[in-house]
């Protein structure tokens, strides 16, 4: 995908319509077929035009289409056939996006870089979900400040007020310094943020009362809702040099996606190289002038720009948050001690072989792990992230300790560990393992399961066993009429398998090479002479203590009969190369618990989930009201870190 | 259009679930964190006794429900731990089949106790959630019935030398009785509005509640309290609505209409001024007026 395409997700790209100079190859999905289409114009409100080889006679104007480009960052959802014309070879079809009427209304307030990206935007119209919203506002310790704007896009900053007790509200009020800036009967946007997502309404002033300095609005028929950008941006301060002509820069903020500096502006369209001090220099291209002092850089999109970025984001980390290196070892194994990541009653050179595992990955790729530190200097919370595969990534050992400081640092580095999937080239897929233990991760995905619609989502759930206990159910004589097959590619051998299983399978079994030491490798399990298999097994392969329950040390083994369940793992572990591996067990397509055996002293009832990479920021908004449900039990001492993350 | 709030019973209300099992007591407490009717509750668990305990002090803790035999303590003995750390609390012990006298006499003569259930209901939210409920209408009904002896007292005494006013004080609670359902109170909510209510009168000033009643809650209320004889604003919704509530009956008593209520919400008169008195519309005091002609025909009658 080229990078000039990258454009139409950041704030100002629709100001910039002439760099919009590719068509888009795409996909449009009738009845379950799919007809590639190219892309020709994305920059009407809410409508995107498509061209066609031939006119299809079963696409009927009012037919709602699903769209999916290639890039799946950038299109997705349904849209309308609004409109088809047809030239000489090519059929040209407008379509809609399925919301196009309901935000018509608010064309004036919005870009048309809302309706791109699948379930950014989102109508919320139903009385229940109505009342809910509401209600949640008024609970809410945090009452979020909203921008009420005339049809000129002016307007007051306003707190929404809740002095008026009624259960049945008639009206929305809002406390102002300047109420009277609005008279009554004027039509207005009202806009806020809670909880990682954006609200808009437009609606009418019904009354001002400058006594009280409130401003009295009727109720909207709907709200609509757009989820915020994955990738927010960090604000930092620091020096950087044009080599194209020797000029000094400051980055004075930092997303993956774009980078804004104050000083002189490069010529648009430009390719120019940063240098930062002691950092690997930055390609970027020169797009959007904001104004005199200050420019937008897009990162080029190349391995070794990847690399390049992820290093800048470490620089640009707030003070308290840091990527691990070698002289914090000794404080992240306390935490882990603190938390229950310690082995060493199993392992006496747990310690060691921590630090050694650590060191090895850290000079392959820097800042995999990052910790919240305490102004003691204290680690409180840390979580880590790796490449699990070519196409996928995720976070691992992750935990805090108990307090509400930790709490809300461990939130904020969940946030900025999905910025990782810009770093890794082909990761579409944020690919996570959970303690069904965990109260924070169970909350985060029923959340998740029931307030949103992700589009692409796998949940399955496994057994981990640690086998470093002698009272292991599995440490008996290893079945005789079982046969094991390295393989080095997944081929059609999985068709056997559950469909779902074998999506999972090569989403999460492609070997990656950001991280050497990480390696994956397969096996499928035989029963004599049968030719189907009888279970898959992902093999992991890391230095050991690489994450803090070695999870990359580990088989996921799927398997298909859960009665052959024990006989597979114990057979697995009478592998000499295998038998100190941690043991993911999942059964038939994964959507039931495996049971725990019971004389099985070291196992946890866990589950792994893959999720898309268009629908991180739907997992972003769980985790910020996650994180409320957390910190709004802390009472009032949590007020500040709860104002941080909720709005 | 109205839009409603969701249901306000559980609205703030302060729930922890202890459970030894900790897997159990998380998705316990995924459960309720998702569930519509308590939806508006804190709902907190604990794995453990210290750790039950230490979350009732830190965060006042209004219900707790717990199992018999937790870190091998019967149910009497935990019951006396969580007291200790806040003595308002209400529980709801889960008991195994087998009970002691003495045990039965401990649990009667508590008033913390306010419901029991077997212990088989642990880790079944739908069972757990209806203990809840229930106990939270039955604090109300108890509060309500134990307060009512002192309340009077401190009404009494309050209304010697203003005798006049034990009418107004019939149509008070009366006026509150009516205007409660169409705010957003959960029930402990109400409780401490009416309980305030009786003993409210504009000519004590805010300061000396202090000195009759000892309850934080119903105090703050009381002390948020208008008064025309003092020219006090309230300073909460509580204490407009007890104001208004006594000002409403006073009227009433005195002139058998409302019109000088609707005169002093509609000018905002200093002590009904609180922003909240934009929920009180002419159609609420109409309500009231219809309201106190009918007791008093009733009386009549």
Redesign the interface.
Same mark, same amino acid.
């Given at each position: 995908m080229s990078n000039v395409l990258r454009l139409v997700q950041t704030e100002d790209s629709c100001k910039d319509r002439q760099s919009f100079d590719q068509s888009i190859d795409a996909c449009i999905t009738l009845n379950g077929n799919n007809h590639a289409v190219t892309v020709i114009d994305t920059f009407s409100f809410g409508e995107i035009i498509i061209s066609m080889a031939s006119k299809l006679s079963f696409i009927v104007k009012g037919e709602l289409v699903s769209i999916d480009l290639k890039d799946p960052v950038l299109f997705g959802g349904l849209w309308r056939v609004h409109d088809i014309r047809e030239n000489d070879e090519r059929c040209i079809i407008n379509l809609r996006h399925e919301f196009y009427d309901f935000a018509i209304p608010y064309k004036s307030y919005l870009g048309p870089e809302i309706f791109y990206k699948e379930n950014q935007i989102h109508l919320m119209h139903e009385?229940n979900e109505?009342?809910?919203h509401?209600?949640e506002l008024?609970?809410s310790p945090i009452r979020p400040k909203a921008a009420i704007k005339d049809q000129t896009r002016k307007g007051v900053q306003a707190k929404w007020?809740f002095?008026?007790?009624?259960?049945? &509200?008639?009206a929305f =009020?809002f406390e102002s310094n300047t109420p009277e800036v609005f008279r009554p009967g004027q039509e207005i946007l009202v806009e806020y943020n809670f909880l990682a997502k954006r609200f808009l309404f437009l609606t009418k002033v019904r009354e001002i009362?400058s006594?009280?300095g &409130?401003i009295?609005t =009727?109720?909207p028929?709907y709200f609509l809702t757009i989820n915020r950008r994955l990738n927010n941006r960090i604000s930092c301060n620091l020096p950087a040099l044009d080599s194209g002509n020797g000029e000094a820069q400051t980055l004075i903020s930092y997303s993956p996606k774009a980078l804004l500096f104050a000083g002189p502006t490069p010529k648009t369209g430009s390719n120019i190289i940063i240098k930062f001090a002691n950092m690997t220099e930055v390609t970027l291209k020169v797009k959007i002038t904001h104004d005199e002092n200050k420019w937008l850089g897009f990162p080029t999109n190349t391995r070794e720009n990847a690399n390049a970025m992820r290093h800048l984001f470490l620089k640009c980390m707030p003070d308290d948050i840091k990527a691990r290196d070698q002289n914090d070892h000794e404080k992240l194994l306390g935490l882990f001690e603190q938390v229950g990541y310690d082995f060493s009653a199993t392992d006496s050179k747990w310690r060691e072989k921590s630090i050694q595992a650590w060191s090895c990955i850290d000079e392959e790729i820097q800042g995999t792990t990052l910790s919240k530190i305490e102004s003691s200097g204290k680690y409180i919370a840390s979580c880590g992230v790796f490449p699990h595969g070519k196409f996928c990534f995720g976070p691992h050992s992750g935990c805090m300790i108990k307090s509400m400081d930790a709490a809300s640092g461990f939130f904020e580095i969940l946030n900025y560990i999905f910025n990782f999937s810009e770093y890794f080239e082909h990761t579409n897929f944020f690919f996570a393992s959970y303690s069904?233990?965990?109260?924070m991760t169970?909350?985060m995905y029923?959340?998740y399961d029931?307030q949103s619609n992700p589009s692409e989502f796998y949940l399955f759930h496994a057994l981990t066993i640690f086998n470093n206990s002698q009272k292991n159910a599995y440490n008996k004589d290893a079945p005789a009429d079982l046969r094991i097959e390295y393989v080095s590619h997944l081929d059609a051998k999985l068709d056997s398998f559950h469909e779902n299983i074998q999506k999972v399978a090569r989403i999460v079994g492609e070997p990656q090479d950001y991280i050497p030491s990480l390696k994956i490798t397969w096996a499928l399990l035989f029963k004599n002479q049968e030719v189907d298999p009888v279970a898959l097994v992902h093999i992991h392969d890391s230095p050991a203590y690489s994450s803090s329950i070695d999870l990359y040390n580990s088989l996921m083994i799927w398997v298909k009969d859960p009665a052959m369940s024990t006989a597979i793992v114990s057979y697995l572990l009478a592998q000499p190369n295998l038998k100190n591996k941690v043991i993911n067990l999942i059964e038939g397509d994964g959507s039931e618990q495996p049971n725990q055996k019971e004389n099985e002293a070291n196992s946890d009832?866990a589950f792994y989930s893959l999720t898309h990479k268009r629908d991180l920021n739907i997992l972003a908004g769980s985790i910020s009201r996650t994180a409320w449900?957390v910190l709004?039990?802390y009472?009032e001492d949590a007020l500040y870190e709860m104002e941080k993350i909720c709005l | 259009?109205?839009?409603?709030?969701?249901d306000?019973l559980m609205?703030?209300i302060k729930i922890l679930y202890v459970d030894s099992d900790?897997?159990r007591a998380?998705?316990i407490?995924?459960k309720a964190?998702?569930d519509?009717d308590l939806?508006?509750s804190?709902f907190?668990?604990a794995s453990n006794s210290q750790e039950a305990s230490k979350l009732v002090r830190q965060?006042n803790i209004d219900i707790c429900i717990y199992p018999d035999g937790l870190d091998g303590h019967d149910f009497v003995y935990i019951q006396k731990e969580l007291q200790a750390a806040n003595p308002k609390i209400k529980i709801i012990p889960l008991i195994g089949k087998v009970v002691t006298l003495k045990q039965i006499n401990e649990f009667r003569q508590s008033v913390s106790v306010i419901s029991f259930a077997n212990n088989d209901i642990l880790g079944n939210f739908d069972a757990i959630k209806n203990q809840i409920l229930n106990a939270v209408r039955e604090i109300q009904i108890r509060q309500a019935k134990e307060s009512s002896n002192w309340v009077d007292k401190i009404q009494s005494s309050l209304l010697i030398d203003h005798e006049d006013w034990r009418q107004v004080k019939f149509l008070s609670s009366m006026a509150l009785h009516f205007m409660l359902?169409?705010?957003?109170?959960s029930a402990i909510e109400k409780n401490n509005l009416e309980i305030a209510e009786s003993i409210y009168f504009p000519w004590v000033q805010a300061d000396r509640y202090s000195t009759i009643i000892n309850d934080d809650n119903i105090l703050a209320v009381l002390k948020e309290s208008g008064s025309w004889k003092e020219n006090r604003s309230p300073q909460s919704?509580p204490g407009l609505i007890i104001t208004l509530a006594n000002y409403a009956a006073l009227n009433f008593q005195e002139h058998q209409t409302l019109n000088q209520v609707i005169e002093s919400v509609k000018t905002?008169a200093n002590f009904l001024k609180?922003?909240?008195i934009?929920?009180i519309g002419q159609d609420i005091i109409e309500h009231l007026e219809n309201a106190f002609v009918g007791i008093k025909q009733k009386k009549a009658a």
């Amino acid at each position: 995908m080229s990078n000039v395409l990258r454009l139409v997700q950041t704030e100002d790209s629709c100001k910039d319509r002439q760099s919009f100079d590719q068509s888009i190859d795409a996909c449009i999905t009738l009845n379950g077929n799919n007809h590639a289409v190219t892309v020709i114009d994305t920059f009407s409100f809410g409508e995107i035009i498509i061209s066609m080889a031939s006119k299809l006679s079963f696409i009927v104007k009012g037919e709602l289409v699903s769209i999916d480009l290639k890039d799946p960052v950038l299109f997705g959802g349904l849209w309308r056939v609004h409109d088809i014309r047809e030239n000489d070879e090519r059929c040209i079809i407008n379509l809609r996006h399925e919301f196009y009427d309901f935000a018509i209304p608010y064309k004036s307030y919005l870009g048309p870089e809302i309706f791109y990206k699948e379930n950014q935007i989102h109508l919320m119209h139903e009385k229940n979900e109505l009342s809910q919203h509401i209600t949640e506002l008024k609970d809410s310790p945090i009452r979020p400040k909203a921008a009420i704007k005339d049809q000129t896009r002016k307007g007051v900053q306003a707190k929404w007020n809740f002095s008026n007790q009624q259960i049945a &509200l008639d009206a929305f =009020e809002f406390e102002s310094n300047t109420p009277e800036v609005f008279r009554p009967g004027q039509e207005i946007l009202v806009e806020y943020n809670f909880l990682a997502k954006r609200f808009l309404f437009l609606t009418k002033v019904r009354e001002i009362d400058s006594d009280f300095g &409130l401003i009295i609005t =009727e109720l909207p028929e709907y709200f609509l809702t757009i989820n915020r950008r994955l990738n927010n941006r960090i604000s930092c301060n620091l020096p950087a040099l044009d080599s194209g002509n020797g000029e000094a820069q400051t980055l004075i903020s930092y997303s993956p996606k774009a980078l804004l500096f104050a000083g002189p502006t490069p010529k648009t369209g430009s390719n120019i190289i940063i240098k930062f001090a002691n950092m690997t220099e930055v390609t970027l291209k020169v797009k959007i002038t904001h104004d005199e002092n200050k420019w937008l850089g897009f990162p080029t999109n190349t391995r070794e720009n990847a690399n390049a970025m992820r290093h800048l984001f470490l620089k640009c980390m707030p003070d308290d948050i840091k990527a691990r290196d070698q002289n914090d070892h000794e404080k992240l194994l306390g935490l882990f001690e603190q938390v229950g990541y310690d082995f060493s009653a199993t392992d006496s050179k747990w310690r060691e072989k921590s630090i050694q595992a650590w060191s090895c990955i850290d000079e392959e790729i820097q800042g995999t792990t990052l910790s919240k530190i305490e102004s003691s200097g204290k680690y409180i919370a840390s979580c880590g992230v790796f490449p699990h595969g070519k196409f996928c990534f995720g976070p691992h050992s992750g935990c805090m300790i108990k307090s509400m400081d930790a709490a809300s640092g461990f939130f904020e580095i969940l946030n900025y560990i999905f910025n990782f999937s810009e770093y890794f080239e082909h990761t579409n897929f944020f690919f996570a393992s959970y303690s069904k233990k965990s109260k924070m991760t169970s909350r985060m995905y029923h959340l998740y399961d029931q307030q949103s619609n992700p589009s692409e989502f796998y949940l399955f759930h496994a057994l981990t066993i640690f086998n470093n206990s002698q009272k292991n159910a599995y440490n008996k004589d290893a079945p005789a009429d079982l046969r094991i097959e390295y393989v080095s590619h997944l081929d059609a051998k999985l068709d056997s398998f559950h469909e779902n299983i074998q999506k999972v399978a090569r989403i999460v079994g492609e070997p990656q090479d950001y991280i050497p030491s990480l390696k994956i490798t397969w096996a499928l399990l035989f029963k004599n002479q049968e030719v189907d298999p009888v279970a898959l097994v992902h093999i992991h392969d890391s230095p050991a203590y690489s994450s803090s329950i070695d999870l990359y040390n580990s088989l996921m083994i799927w398997v298909k009969d859960p009665a052959m369940s024990t006989a597979i793992v114990s057979y697995l572990l009478a592998q000499p190369n295998l038998k100190n591996k941690v043991i993911n067990l999942i059964e038939g397509d994964g959507s039931e618990q495996p049971n725990q055996k019971e004389n099985e002293a070291n196992s946890d009832q866990a589950f792994y989930s893959l999720t898309h990479k268009r629908d991180l920021n739907i997992l972003a908004g769980s985790i910020s009201r996650t994180a409320w449900q957390v910190l709004r039990k802390y009472g009032e001492d949590a007020l500040y870190e709860m104002e941080k993350i909720c709005l | 259009m109205v839009m409603h709030l969701i249901d306000s019973l559980m609205k703030g209300i302060k729930i922890l679930y202890v459970d030894s099992d900790e897997k159990r007591a998380v998705d316990i407490e995924s459960k309720a964190e998702g569930d519509q009717d308590l939806s508006r509750s804190l709902f907190y668990v604990a794995s453990n006794s210290q750790e039950a305990s230490k979350l009732v002090r830190q965060q006042n803790i209004d219900i707790c429900i717990y199992p018999d035999g937790l870190d091998g303590h019967d149910f009497v003995y935990i019951q006396k731990e969580l007291q200790a750390a806040n003595p308002k609390i209400k529980i709801i012990p889960l008991i195994g089949k087998v009970v002691t006298l003495k045990q039965i006499n401990e649990f009667r003569q508590s008033v913390s106790v306010i419901s029991f259930a077997n212990n088989d209901i642990l880790g079944n939210f739908d069972a757990i959630k209806n203990q809840i409920l229930n106990a939270v209408r039955e604090i109300q009904i108890r509060q309500a019935k134990e307060s009512s002896n002192w309340v009077d007292k401190i009404q009494s005494s309050l209304l010697i030398d203003h005798e006049d006013w034990r009418q107004v004080k019939f149509l008070s609670s009366m006026a509150l009785h009516f205007m409660l359902p169409k705010f957003d109170l959960s029930a402990i909510e109400k409780n401490n509005l009416e309980i305030a209510e009786s003993i409210y009168f504009p000519w004590v000033q805010a300061d000396r509640y202090s000195t009759i009643i000892n309850d934080d809650n119903i105090l703050a209320v009381l002390k948020e309290s208008g008064s025309w004889k003092e020219n006090r604003s309230p300073q909460s919704f509580p204490g407009l609505i007890i104001t208004l509530a006594n000002y409403a009956a006073l009227n009433f008593q005195e002139h058998q209409t409302l019109n000088q209520v609707i005169e002093s919400v509609k000018t905002r008169a200093n002590f009904l001024k609180h922003q909240s008195i934009r929920s009180i519309g002419q159609d609420i005091i109409e309500h009231l007026e219809n309201a106190f002609v009918g007791i008093k025909q009733k009386k009549a009658a």
